[in-house]
């Protein structure tokens, strides 16, 4: 199977300026409270956090960047422990991902949670090969119900695993989005060591870039391979978010690029919290 972990588009867009008066629809933004992290968590700790409710969801704008408006959310989860502080998602999953049932369970509930209290407008919300697995149940995908439950159109963001093994899922999940012509988006295109095949490639409505393009595309050779996927996004059809935009500088790069929009700390202002 041959393997890229990289892509794009290419495109004219307006002057960042607009970005500093936009403003999101819907709810009010929440700063985040202040707490310190703790350490990784057992599954006991994992499945009594989720049933004691203590989750929240952080909405983060993606940003047109050819217009400056906010056109669609990604929901990310938060945890936290019985003394409110956070708990590191990555650390939740990477737990999880030993017990694929609570697994699946964490996913359905924390899924519910994003949708129910979501703004309006598309909503992306990023979904394990790993979780897709586990809610096989015949024919059928309970975790891929739940989530085609919205109104509002939904962009299923596929994670790519960064082992051989497990890509196979990740095919697996991208064929059932389009069987249930679910929009398909690629997540962290370009991190490092990650796996991405040709296959999902080609199916992909949305790719988006991952933040490490930002230091990455100084060097000569990687600029090359990111302008060629940015083309190669073009003539499929793909629009392209850059993530991890968190200064003017970022965005004046994301500008002569070309991509479609962004995403980052940079629209803090425009987050939205909702607490379990």
Not at 59 to 88: K, N
Not at 229 to 246: D, F, H, P, S
Request: charged share 25%; proline share 5%.
């Amino acid at each position: 199977m041959l393997l890229v972990g990289l892509f794009a588009q290419e495109r004219t867009t307006m002057s960042p300026h607009l970005f500093k008066s936009a403003r999101p629809h819907g709810y009010m933004a929440e700063v985040p409270r202040p707490r310190t992290a703790v350490s990784v968590p057992s599954s006991c700790d994992v499945l009594a956090l989720v049933l004691g409710r203590r989750f929240a969801v952080e909405y983060q704008p993606i940003v047109d960047l050819h217009t400056g408006e906010t056109v669609g959310h990604e929901a990310l989860s938060r945890f936290f422990d019985a003394q409110d502080r956070p708990v590191s998602p990555d650390a939740v999953f990477a737990r999880l991902h030993d017990d694929p049932s609570l697994l699946l369970y964490v996913e359905a509930e924390t899924k519910r949670f994003q949708i129910e209290n979501a703004p309006d407008g598309p909503l992306h919300l990023n979904v394990d090969p790993d979780s897709f697995h586990a809610g096989r149940n015949g024919s059928g995908n309970g975790l891929l119900d739940v989530i085609q439950a919205r109104a509002q159109p939904v962009v299923v963001e596929v994670i790519e695993t960064m082992c051989f093994a497990d890509a196979r899922y990740g095919r697996e999940l991208v064929r059932a989005l389009r069987e249930r012509s679910m929009t398909v988006a690629l997540d962290d295109v370009g991190a490092p060591d990650a796996l991405l095949s040709l296959e999902t490639l080609k199916y992909a409505d949305v790719l988006k870039l991952d933040a490490s393009w930002l230091r990455r595309v100084s060097d000569p050779r990687e600029r090359a391979i990111l302008e060629a996927l940015l083309g190669l996004a073009r003539r499929l059809g793909a629009r392209t978010i850059l993530e991890g935009v968190e200064t003017e500088a970022h965005l004046e790069l994301a500008t002569a690029l070309g991509v479609d929009a962004v995403q980052g700390f940079l629209f803090r202002g425009r987050f939205q919290t909702r607490d379990a």
